[in-house]
T-cell receptor
Framework: EADIYQTPRYLVIGTGKKITLECSQTMGHDKMYWYQQDPGMELHLIHYSYGVNSTEKGDLSSESTVSRIRTEHFPLTLESARPSHTSQYLC??????????????FGPGTRLTVL | AQSVTQLGSHVSVSEGALVLLRCNYSSSVPPYLFWYVQYPNQGLQLLLKYTSAATLVKGINGFEAEFKKSETSFHLTKPSAHMSDAAEYFCAVSDHNYGQNFVFGPGTRLSVLP
């Protein structure tokens, strides 16, 4: 079944730890995104990618980094987690198209808590 | 640049009452428009989308939205609210340029009172 997956769903970690949030999609989409969202608040785009070896920064500055070595995989890494990184992180994907099919499909999210 | 405004960060309705969530957009070109729903601790799920065909768009869970170019609006409605409709709703606008400018609104939290 075509879908988009995120692991872990919940992560509690201490300050200074390195973490990687995983995102994979089986829909063959070229474009992928990472959003940061505080509870009940709006989405902020922090990274996106047009395809393999493409990564771009989004509207909200973030200390995280991303990579896109395979089409289906778009992990997000924090080298040294801080309490200010506590948030929900949402991964999404879409086709790279000029048509209305550029709707975004979302994963279930990872809720990160940094102590 | 495109933008989306959603009037009312929090809307409360009684169960069985009409749901109306407002969305206005700004776009220099005919847009594509979307409504997403987010339940607690979940990602966003597409409710419906406007693709320049019919101006009245029907979506899942009994929701529909009407594109009004003259008002630059894309309000979401449901005739009768159900308790399970309580969630966060996001309006989004996209241009035709390979989704280069896909912008989400700030969201509206819908509460449904028994």
């Amino acid at each position: 079944e075509a879908d988009i997956y995120q692991t872990p769903r919940y992560l509690v970690i201490g300050t200074g730890k390195k973490i990687t949030l995983e995102c994979s999609q089986t829909m063959g989409h070229d474009k992928m995104y990472w959003y940061q969202q505080d509870p009940g608040m709006e989405l902020h785009l922090i990274h996106y990618s047009y395809g393999v070896n493409s990564t771009e920064k989004g509207d909200l500055s973030s200390e995280s980094t991303v990579s896109r070595i395979r089409t289906e995989h778009f992990p997000l890494t924090l080298e040294s987690a801080r309490p200010s990184h506590t948030s929900q992180y949402l991964c999404a994907s879409s086709v790279l198209s000029g048509g209305a099919s550029n709707e975004q499909f979302f994963g279930p999210g990872t809720r990160l808590t940094v102590l | 640049a495109q933008s989306v405004t959603q009037l009312g960060s929090h809307v409360s309705v009684s169960e069985g009452a009409l749901v109306l969530l407002r969305c206005n957009y700004s776009s220099s070109v005919p847009p594509y428009l979307f409504w997403y729903v987010q339940y607690p601790n979940q990602g966003l799920q597409l409710l419906l989308k406007y693709t320049s065909a019919a101006t009245l768009v029907k979506g899942i869970n009994g929701f529909e939205a009407e594109f009004k170019k003259s008002e630059t609006s894309f309000h979401l409605t449901k005739p009768s609210a159900h308790m399970s409709d309580a969630a966060e709703y996001f309006c989004a606008v996209s241009d035709h340029n390979y989704g280069q400018n896909f912008v989400f609104g700030p969201g509206t939290r819908l509460s449904v009172l028994p």
